[in-house]
C-alpha cells in the first residue's frame, strides 16, 4: 500500500510540474534541420546536431528543431517521426527562395538556407541584434506563450514544438539499412496560431499534451511570415 500512495504522490507531482522558459530581450536563433532516417545522407548531419546538446549556445543564443520529411518513405524505409507538414514547411521554404525543389539533409537558420554545415562553417552568432521577449509556461496539459517588444508590430504567429531526445531507431530496409540511428531534437508536432495583443502583449494559451517531449522549442514571426524574430528553448521539468 506505501507503493501505491507513492507512486500516486509521484504521478501528482509530475502532473503539476511546471516549465517556464524566457528569452532575454536579444535576438535568439532557430536552426531547422529537415532530414529522414532513409536518407543515407542525413545521419552525419543528425550527428552534428546532436553535439549541440553540449555547446553553451543551446537554448540561449541558439534553438535546434530537426523536423524529419516524409518524401523518402516510399524508398523503402518508413520514417515513424516523419510528418506531411514538416514537408509541406522545407518546400514552403523552397518556393520563397525561387526553388522547386528539396533535399535532405537541409538546413534553415532564422528561415533563410544555410550551407554552411557541409563546407564545415561555424553558425553565425546573431550577436546583439533585439528580437524581443518570448516567454513560455507549461503546466497541466497547458502552454501559454507571451511575446513584447516589437515596436509596431501588428499581428504576430507564434509556433510551438515539443522535441524528443535521446531516441534511436533500428533501420532494418531502405538506403540506411542494418545502422543505429541517434536522433535528438526531433519535432513530434509543429503548432502554429495567431497571438492575442493586450496592452503592447502578445499572448496565447495552447494545449500540450505530448508525454514523450522532453524539450519544447517556441518562436514568433510577424504573421503570414516565415522569418523568426525571436525564440526560446529548454528542457521540460
Same mark, same amino acid.
Given at each position: 500500500?506505501? *507503493?501505491?500512495? =507513492?507512486? +500516486?504522490? %509521484?504521478?501528482?507531482?509530475?502532473?503539476?510540474? @511546471?516549465?517556464?522558459?524566457?528569452?532575454?530581450?536579444?535576438?535568439?536563433? =532557430?536552426?531547422?534541420? &529537415?532530414?529522414?532516417? #532513409?536518407?543515407?545522407?542525413?545521419?552525419?548531419? @543528425?550527428?552534428?546536431?546532436?553535439?549541440?546538446?553540449?555547446?553553451?549556445?543551446?537554448?540561449?543564443?541558439?534553438?535546434?528543431?530537426?523536423?524529419?520529411?516524409? &518524401?523518402?518513405?516510399?524508398?523503402?524505409?518508413?520514417?515513424?517521426?516523419?510528418? $506531411? @507538414? *514538416?514537408?509541406?514547411?522545407?518546400?514552403?521554404?523552397?518556393?520563397?527562395?525561387?526553388?522547386?525543389?528539396? &533535399?535532405? $539533409?537541409?538546413?534553415?537558420?532564422?528561415?533563410?538556407?544555410?550551407? #554552411?554545415?557541409?563546407?564545415?562553417?561555424? =553558425?553565425?552568432?546573431?550577436?546583439?541584434? +533585439?528580437?524581443?521577449? =518570448?516567454?513560455?509556461? !507549461?503546466?497541466?496539459?497547458?502552454?501559454? !506563450? @507571451? *511575446?513584447?517588444?516589437?515596436?509596431?508590430?501588428?499581428?504576430?504567429?507564434? &509556433?510551438?514544438?515539443?522535441?524528443?531526445?535521446? +531516441? %534511436?531507431?533500428?533501420?532494418?530496409?531502405?538506403?540506411?539499412?542494418?545502422?543505429?540511428?541517434?536522433?535528438?531534437?526531433?519535432?513530434?508536432?509543429?503548432?502554429?496560431?495567431?497571438?492575442?495583443?493586450?496592452?503592447?502583449?502578445?499572448? !496565447?494559451?495552447?494545449?500540450?499534451?505530448?508525454? %514523450?517531449?522532453?524539450?519544447?522549442?517556441?518562436?514568433?514571426?510577424? /504573421?503570414?511570415? /516565415?522569418?523568426? !524574430?525571436?525564440? /526560446?528553448?529548454? *528542457?521540460?521539468?
Amino acid at each position: 500500500m506505501r *507503493y501505491f500512495w =507513492l507512486a +500516486i504522490f %509521484g504521478a501528482v507531482l509530475c502532473a503539476h510540474a @511546471e516549465t517556464m522558459l524566457q528569452s532575454g530581450p536579444q535576438r535568439v536563433s =532557430l536552426l531547422e534541420l &529537415y532530414t529522414s532516417e #532513409g536518407c543515407s545522407s542525413c545521419p552525419p548531419a @543528425e550527428a552534428w546536431l546532436e553535439r549541440l546538446k553540449s555547446s553553451p549556445r543551446l537554448w540561449n543564443t541558439l534553438v535546434p528543431v530537426a523536423f524529419h520529411v516524409d &518524401y523518402w518513405d516510399d524508398l523503402g524505409w518508413k520514417d515513424r517521426f516523419a510528418k $506531411p @507538414e *514538416y514537408t509541406f514547411r522545407q518546400r514552403a521554404y523552397s518556393l520563397l527562395w525561387g526553388s522547386s525543389s528539396v &533535399y535532405t $539533409p537541409g538546413f534553415v537558420l532564422d528561415g533563410q538556407e544555410w550551407k #554552411g554545415w557541409f563546407s564545415g562553417n561555424p =553558425l553565425p552568432d546573431p550577436g546583439e541584434q +533585439i528580437g524581443g521577449r =518570448l516567454g513560455l509556461k !507549461i503546466s497541466v496539459n497547458r502552454a501559454s !506563450i @507571451e *511575446y513584447s517588444g516589437a515596436p509596431g508590430l501588428k499581428e504576430v504567429d507564434a &509556433y510551438l514544438v515539443p522535441l524528443e531526445m535521446n +531516441i %534511436g531507431s533500428e533501420v532494418l530496409a531502405g538506403e540506411n539499412r542494418g545502422r543505429h540511428l541517434a536522433h535528438s531534437f526531433v519535432a513530434l508536432a509543429l503548432v502554429s496560431q495567431r497571438l492575442s495583443h493586450h496592452n503592447g502583449n502578445f499572448e !496565447i494559451e495552447l494545449p500540450f499534451d505530448y508525454p %514523450g517531449a522532453k524539450a519544447v522549442a517556441v518562436w514568433v514571426t510577424p /504573421a503570414g511570415s /516565415a522569418q523568426p !524574430i525571436q525564440a /526560446a528553448g529548454g *528542457y521540460l521539468k
